[in-house]
């Protein structure tokens, strides 16, 4: 049988060692997502430059509250593997992708560089311009990273500059990793 004062200094115990790991934790705290800082590439790592799922790390993927990356083959001239993150909870029905393309698109306009990548905003026909939105980033010459924010579901509050500043936090991300692994 536990004494009272047996239990008291386990629950003390158990306090103080929750307060180091919390103090530990918060002095190791990930870097701000427009400023990640990535160890050198391993072999593996070129992959990055071709497989647009593996433009999100981890630390990334939280951030954004989106699901692991799963690809998605284009229907279009473009070419390039699309990848796709849902949003946590998939019930919002917001969606990222994104697509390493080595074709010039039309229906461009100059927007502000993400991440000091030349950018532009496409007018993708296709897309709802208040629920999407799409950039291109000069990441190469005659290669572009192409980020689509777009948003289904309720839809209540959305506009494009909301779906556009979605976009661009997410081209940051990428263009980081993109240019970390290059």
């Known amino acids: 049988m536990i004494t009272v004062g047996q239990w008291l200094r386990v629950v003390a115990g158990m306090a103080c060692g929750v307060g180091v790991v919390l103090v530990a934790a918060c002095g190791t705290a990930n870097p701000p997502s427009g400023s990640a800082t990535i160890s050198a590439p391993t072999s593996g790592a070129a992959d990055a430059t071709t497989d647009s799922c593996k433009l999100l790390t981890p630390w990334q993927l939280r951030q954004l509250a989106v699901t692991k990356g799963a690809p998605q083959q284009s229907n279009d001239n473009l070419g390039g593997t699309f990848c796709t993150w849902s949003n946590i909870p998939a019930s919002d029905g917001s969606v990222y992708s994104a697509r390493l393309i ?6 461009t306009k100059p927007a502000a560089a993400i991440s ?14 208040d629920t999407s939105c799409v950039y291109l980033l000069n990441v190469e010459q005659n290669r572009q990273l192409w980020v689509q924010y777009t948003k289904g579901g309720n839809v209540q509050g959305m506009n494009h500059q909301v779906a556009c500043r979605k976009a661009q936090a997410a081209a940051a991300d990428m263009a980081v990793t993109y240019r970390s692994l290059r």
Request: hydrophobic share 30%.
């Open 116 to 129: 000091g990548f030349n950018t532009t905003e496409v007018a993708a026909s296709q897309l709802n311009p």
């Open 102 to 107: 080595n074709s010039p698109v039309s229906s």
